[in-house]
């Protein structure tokens, strides 16, 4: 019976080991995965880690973004992470795009007065677009970068609470003090197509009182001259913040 007994044990004993050798190899794996998303959350933060949005690699970022990697529970994380962020950048990349292929910027030299005035027409109807997009992104980009809504990404993910405290670290590479710096620098464009399209405006509505002669813009009474100032000035303050 002894023997039969030492056996039984011995069984027992083993069992146990297997189970323990199962139990370090799955935390050993979960950690393994886990240090495969932080490198993906790395990796990311470097990649958009510029002081301009125009310096951001657009085909890596775009490559990336759209990369999977992980494996078990943290695939369903990095979805969520990187699904965020190619929604926050997509926004930023807009008003980017939006700005840059406009010619708000050029629509008081001489040859803009030229062309399009003095009803200004097409210069009016860019400026809105410009404006109403930037005003749009705004409005988003505020949206996403709450609590709230970046909750919701992780929420489809359905995983623990010790999951979303990955998440939270990883969202917050988005730093209060970056988003500060985009939608100010946002607001500050607003403001300098607002200033444009008051000049734009206020030639438009006088049309009758300025000429351009050379490549100077000539005005037919000094009141006029002297509003014109005025709307110049204003859009010069605007610019000096931006």
Same mark, same amino acid.
């Given at each position: 019976?002894?023997?039969?007994?030492?056996?039984?044990?011995?069984?027992?004993?083993?069992? $146990?080991?297997?189970?323990?050798?199962?139990?370090?190899?799955?935390?050993? !794996?979960?950690?393994? *995965?886990?240090? !495969? &998303?932080?490198d %993906?959350?790395?990796?990311l933060s470097?990649?958009?880690?510029?002081?301009?949005?125009?310096?951001?690699? *657009?085909?890596? &970022?775009?490559?990336?973004?759209?990369s *999977?990697?992980c494996?078990?529970? +943290?695939?369903?994380?990095?979805?969520?992470?990187?699904?965020? @962020?190619?929604?926050?950048y997509?926004i930023? &990349?807009?008003?980017?795009?939006?700005? !840059?292929?406009?010619?708000? /910027?050029?629509?008081?030299?001489?040859?803009?007065?030229? =062309?399009?005035?003095?009803?200004?027409?097409?210069?009016?109807?860019?400026l809105?677009?410009?404006?109403?997009?930037? %005003?749009?992104? #705004?409005? %988003? @980009?505020?949206?996403?970068i709450?609590?709230?809504?970046?909750?919701?990404?992780? /929420?489809?993910?359905?995983?623990?609470?010790? @999951?979303?405290?990955?998440?939270?670290?990883?969202?917050s590479?988005a #730093?209060s003090?970056t988003?500060?710096? +985009?939608?100010? #620098?946002?607001?500050?464009?607003?403001k300098?197509?607002?200033?444009?399209?008051?000049?734009?405006? @206020?030639?438009? %509505? !006088?049309?009758?009182?300025?000429?351009?002669?050379?490549?100077?813009l000539? &005005?037919?009474?000094? /009141?006029a001259?002297?509003? +014109?100032?005025?709307?110049v =000035?204003? $859009?010069?303050?605007?610019q000096?913040?931006?």
């Amino acid at each position: 019976m002894k023997k039969k007994t030492k056996i039984i044990i011995g069984c027992a004993v083993l069992a $146990l080991v297997i189970i323990a050798a199962a139990i370090t190899g799955i935390k050993i !794996t979960d950690l393994q *995965r886990q240090n !495969t &998303f932080v490198d %993906q959350v790395n990796k990311l933060s470097q990649i958009v880690d510029a002081e301009y949005i125009s310096d951001i690699d *657009r085909d890596e &970022f775009n490559t990336f973004i759209d990369s *999977r990697v992980c494996k078990g529970k +943290y695939a369903k994380l990095e979805n969520a992470v990187k699904s965020y @962020y190619k929604d926050l950048y997509e926004i930023q &990349f807009k008003s980017e795009d939006a700005i !840059t292929n406009s010619a708000y /910027d050029k629509m008081l030299l001489s040859d803009n007065l030229i =062309s399009d005035g003095p009803d200004f027409e097409n210069s009016c109807a860019e400026l809105a677009t410009l404006l109403q997009t930037l %005003q749009d992104c #705004s409005v %988003q @980009y505020s949206e996403l970068i709450t609590a709230e809504k970046a909750k919701s990404y992780f /929420d489809e993910t359905k995983l623990s609470a010790k @999951y979303e405290t990955l998440f939270n670290d990883s969202v917050s590479v988005a #730093s209060s003090e970056t988003e500060n710096i +985009y939608l100010t #620098s946002l607001e500050n464009s607003e403001k300098s197509v607002s200033a444009v399209s008051g000049v734009i405006d @206020y030639l438009a %509505q !006088t049309k009758n009182e300025w000429s351009v002669e050379g490549d100077k813009l000539v &005005f037919n009474t000094k /009141d006029a001259a002297e509003k +014109y100032n005025e709307a110049v =000035s204003a $859009l010069g303050d605007a610019q000096s913040n931006k």
